[in-house]
């Protein structure tokens, strides 16, 4: 992988790239980046660009790249990331065979009481980056068979980083460790600290999370924090044109829901079949004029669904709400979507206010937030039909 094949982000691969060249790239970045904004396979490929760079800048003080001295490398010596695909070991490095670059993730125990480390997964994370590197952390677990079970970066594993980081460099310049959620690192995470603060020679941690709140505060006080932002709408667009073969027309569609998530937007494809719009005709209609046996019977359709396509449902939903404010504010013309919905998104404008909408907005972004955390789904869209009778305050019927 390399770092033009990250889908957008290309002010951060230029910043990324001139930290290194004009030395001032700390030993550990930490990039915290929302799901499918790509900070995982950004971070791949950096590493894998950092593990090709000439084994030759191993004799270079260790502050050449990572301390406070001035840097005795000239920007010359680094191969750029145009031409690193030339390096003799730029192929090893492209399937994870790389001696210098580790990888840290959440793992569960193949048996009863294992003590797993990531290398007990290493073959099936080589195949996941390479299946779905805009992945998250649940598709990972039911990845390698998780099912109902939860992750963990485990103080063995942490034993494992501290083994492998304290040996001298095989042939690259420098030691890569790919640590990836360190929101699933509890209190054994402290047993890194003295590594981090203290590194080896030329060791670079990288840290990949999505929510900083979810990591250890130490942790987070020693690294150099890049935040990795969602992909720009016209790059998602490009990406699905590109890479899944779609028609300009569905992948301006589906860039324009996805909120600048690359996984949402692969798995809408996958579930393009879904007709989002009867759906929530069905719902308003159940809400604010059919009455609780409707409202029941959405929701057991709902709860039935399962948790990707009610996410996705949600945020067309929120979709629809985005074209109903830029139609009142800016006019028809505004509009970014297909012709049913512009009309769709107008009579949602009959219905709510601007303030009611921002009201159901919110209350929906709150829903996504639980689905993704497990939360049951018949109480969830329970509750969230209630607060949508609630804001619009039943006054008006939704004739559609």
């Known amino acids: 992988m390399e770092l033009k094949d990250i889908i957008g982000q290309t002010a951060l691969k230029k910043q990324l790239v001139a930290m290194v060249q004009q030395n001032r790239l700390g030993h550990a970045l930490l990039l915290i980046g929302k799901e499918g904004s790509g900070a995982l396979p950004l971070a791949v490929a950096f590493a894998q660009w950092m593990v090709c760079q000439p084994g030759k800048h191993a004799s270079a003080p260790a502050a050449a790249l ?4 001035e840097s005795s490398i000239e920007k010359t010596d680094f191969i750029s990331p145009e031409a690193i695909s030339n390096m003799p070991n730029f192929s090893r490095a492209t399937q ?9 993730y959440p793992v569960i125990p193949k048996k009863s009481g294992d003590k797993p480390i990531s290398t007990d997964y290493f073959k099936e994370w080589k195949e996941f980056i390479r299946q779905y590197p805009y992945g998250n ?6 990845f390698i068979g998780a099912e109902n079970k939860q ?6 594993e942490c034993n494992d980083i501290m083994r ?9 310049a420098y030691k890569v460790l790919v640590l990836w959620m360190p929101e699933y690192l509890g209190k054994e995470g402290n047993k890194l600290l003295k590594l981090i603060e203290e590194p080896p020679a030329n060791t670079l941690f990288i840290l990949v999370a999505e929510q900083e709140e979810g990591i250890l505060p130490t942790l987070v006080s020693r690294c150099q924090l890049i935040r990795v932002p969602l992909i720009e709408k016209q790059d998602i667009e490009a990406a699905l044109i590109e890479r899944a073969y779609l028609p300009a027309d569905k992948a301006a569609l589906i860039a324009s829901v996805c909120g600048g998530n690359y996984r949402e937007a692969l798995q809408m494809i996958q579930h393009a079949e879904s007709d989002w719009q009867s759906l ?4 308003l209609n159940a809400t604010l004029k059919a009455g609780p046996a409707a409202q029941l019977k959405f929701i057991d359709e709902m709860t039935k669904t399962g948790r990707e396509k009610q996410k996705q449902f949600l945020r067309y939903f929120i979709h629809l709400l ?3 404010l830029h139609i009142r504010l800016l006019g028809i013309e505004a509009a970014t979507c297909l012709p049913t919905e512009s009309d769709f998104a107008q009579r949602l404008n009959k219905i709510a206010s601007v303030t009611q909408q921002q009201a159901i907005v919110e209350e929906l972004d709150n829903a996504i937030y639980y689905i993704e955390r497990n939360a049951n789904a018949k109480m969830l869209f329970m509750a969230l039909t209630i607060k949508l009778q ?11």
Do not use: C
């Open 164 to 172: 492998k980081l304290n040996l001298k460099s095989f042939e690259s």
């Open 137 to 142: 952390v649940y598709d990972w677990l039911q």
């Open 280 to 283: 929530l005709r069905e719902w």
């Open 151 to 156: 992750g963990n970066i485990t103080a063995e």
């Open 390 to 400: 609630y804001i619009i305050q039943n006054k008006v019927t939704f004739h559609v």
């Open 96 to 104: 994870f065979m790389h001696p210098d670059l580790h990888f840290s």
């Open 322 to 324: 985005e074209q109903s």
């Open 66 to 69: 990572f301390g406070e001295q």
